[in-house]
């Protein structure tokens, strides 16, 4: 049928399109027809063939009943000719006239097209024709009424034309055949007995061609519609850069229905999740298939888009964001994309390590810039004794915080972060107090020393918040390491917490403050700790302070689905 709608489309375009047309065709495309009007064709086409293919089915089935009803018709009516006890005396007296005189009576009764009288002989003894009465009947169809008496209908060719005729003997008193009855009707009138069924079907076919029209026009703008009103060619394309751009991406994705069926994943994401099976096997398949935890993945009850989400999947910590995906404002699935959190941790401790220095040389700058205009002014009045007595006992304070830190926390990571953390409550007017029995080895844990200094920062500037407004006040910081867990214990002397604020202080976005861009030091902590199997407890009084204690155990035992939400009780 391509072929057949191309060969039109192509003698079309040859033999009937004017010059101009050509010209104007050549301008804007090799091929003016568009997807929509080539589906069009072809579906009209279809049910042309369709509809042809059916009319002549049904003509067929009533040509043949007319014509078993014809036959019968007419072997009934010779039946009753034959039975005729005028025509039975003529036809004995072998008397032509008085035969040809009954049979002119009984034609006016019937339809039949000719009456046809033969004696045992089969010549004839009436005929329409009356030259032709004393001749042999044709056809050769009329030795089987003569020779055994037999009531039957043949279709044949004779003196009148082609038609179907029925045989009837005739008997005497002694029931001896003594002629023939032929009634016959013409195949040329053949469709004058079919007119009656024909015209409503022909009517109907036409009918269903023009429904069919009318349907692919419309199915063909359904298409259409559906695929964005682009040509089959610019929907290929779409399709390979998206696909092309869907595996160029660093992150791994990974989109699913809502009942987990996966729609599409790119090559990270298999590499990330260890799928041996290539893209085009894993679509249509359960994402559960391939990921342990899939309450991040399938909620019922969390529609909200995710950003930054750390998981652990497969064993493995990710930064995972998931986005609704949605056709017509109704969600129907997820577009989920991971980061290794390894990778990610290279990068922020970089990111981690600059800012630190950044805030130190800041701290440092702003406080030795006051002490360096305490110390200008006496020596401006002479008092040197009071300047070098200053300048070595800032001097020394600041190497005993140093040292102190040094001793006491092996890792380069939390010094560095704790001798800043100092700098920064100093230049708030606030003293943050070490523990004496602080002690961090950094062995064996099960936390990476930069997810462990993201903890201590955001829980120390928490502390500073709350006393930010009470000048002189201190916070307090304990960190010790055993054989089986490391303690986090940092205490504030600020306004307190509140049981309501207490049940939402770990969830994403929640703050006190005003300004954009909190609510999620916090959260944050609350993940990472939750992703070491650690434990957190608050205990807050109005008025008196906050204390945050932290427990991360040194081995992490492997589970499949870990609360992302709310705070650890």
Request: net charge positive.
């Amino acid at each position: 049928m391509l072929l057949f709608a191309s060969f039109v489309i192509g003698f079309y375009q040859e033999f009937i399109m004017s010059p101009a047309m050509k010209n104007r065709l050549s301008i804007h495309a090799a091929n003016k027809f568009s997807f929509g009007q080539k589906l069009w064709f072809l579906l009209f086409f279809f049910s042309i063939i369709i509809t042809v293919t059916f009319f002549n089915v049904v003509y067929y089935i009533f040509s043949d009943s007319v014509v078993h009803q014809v036959s019968q018709r007419a072997v009934v009516q010779a039946r009753e000719i034959a039975s005729d006890p005028e025509l039975r005396k003529q036809v004995a007296l072998h008397y032509s006239p008085g035969v040809q005189k009954q049979v002119s009576r009984l034609q006016k009764l019937t339809d039949a097209d000719f009456i046809v009288i033969g004696d045992k002989n089969i010549i004839r003894l009436a005929h329409p024709d009356k030259n032709k009465i004393g001749y042999k009947m044709q056809g050769g169809d009329s030795m089987r009424a003569i020779q055994k008496g037999e009531y039957y209908a043949s279709t044949r060719a004779g003196s009148l034309g082609y038609g179907i005729r029925g045989k009837a003997p005739i008997f005497d008193k002694d029931h001896q055949v003594i002629g023939v009855v032929s009634v016959g009707y013409l195949l040329k009138n053949k469709s004058a007995w079919l007119s009656g069924y024909i015209t409503p079907i022909m009517l109907t076919a036409i009918g269903i061609i023009i429904f069919c029209s009318f349907g692919a026009g419309l199915f063909s703008r359904y298409i259409k519609r559906s695929m964005h009103n682009l040509e089959p060619e610019e929907l290929a394309i779409a399709i390979r850069i998206q696909l092309s751009v869907l595996q160029s991406v660093d992150e791994g994705i990974v989109a699913i229905f809502q009942d987990g069926t996966v729609i599409n994943v790119n090559n990270r994401a298999r590499k990330i999740f260890n799928m041996k099976l290539t893209s085009h096997y894993v679509r249509g398949q359960k994402i559960s298939q391939y990921i342990d935890n899939t309450k991040f993945l399938i909620s019922d009850y969390i529609l909200d888009n995710i950003t930054d989400e750390l998981v652990i999947i497969n064993n493995t910590q990710l930064i995972a964001s998931r986005m609704k995906l949605e056709i017509d404002k109704k969600v129907i699935g997820y577009v989920l994309t991971f980061r290794l959190k390894d990778e990610v941790r290279l990068l922020n401790e970089e990111l981690t390590q600059i800012k630190q220095y950044v805030d130190n040389l800041r701290v440092v700058k702003h406080e030795f810039a006051n002490q360096l205009t305490t110390i200008n002014g006496l020596l401006q009045i002479g008092h040197y004794d009071k300047a070098k007595e200053l300048i070595n006992s800032n001097t020394a304070c600041q190497q005993s915080i140093i040292d102190f830190i040094q001793r006491h926390f092996n890792s380069k990571i939390i010094t560095g972060l704790l001798i800043g953390k100092y700098s920064r409550a100093a230049e708030l007017g606030l003293e943050l107090k070490f523990d004496p029995m602080c002690y961090f080895e950094n062995d064996n844990l099960c936390i990476s020393e930069n997810d462990l200094g993201t903890i201590i920062a955001n829980l120390l500037s928490n502390a500073f918040e709350a006393n930010i407004n009470n000048k002189g006040m201190s916070v307090s910081f304990l960190m010790m390491e055993s054989d089986q867990e490391l303690s986090i214990i940092v205490t504030d002397e600020g306004a307190g917490i509140s049981p309501e604020q207490e049940e939402k202080i770990f969830h994403r976005g929640f703050t006190n403050k005003k300004t954009p861009g909190h609510g999620i030091g916090l959260y944050l902590v609350h993940q990472l700790i939750t992703a070491a199997q650690g434990m957190i407890e608050i205990d807050s009084e109005k008025n008196s302070g906050t204390t945050f204690a932290i427990y991360i155990p040194k081995k992490i035992t492997p589970q499949k689905n870990i609360p992302l939400k709310g705070a650890l009780s």
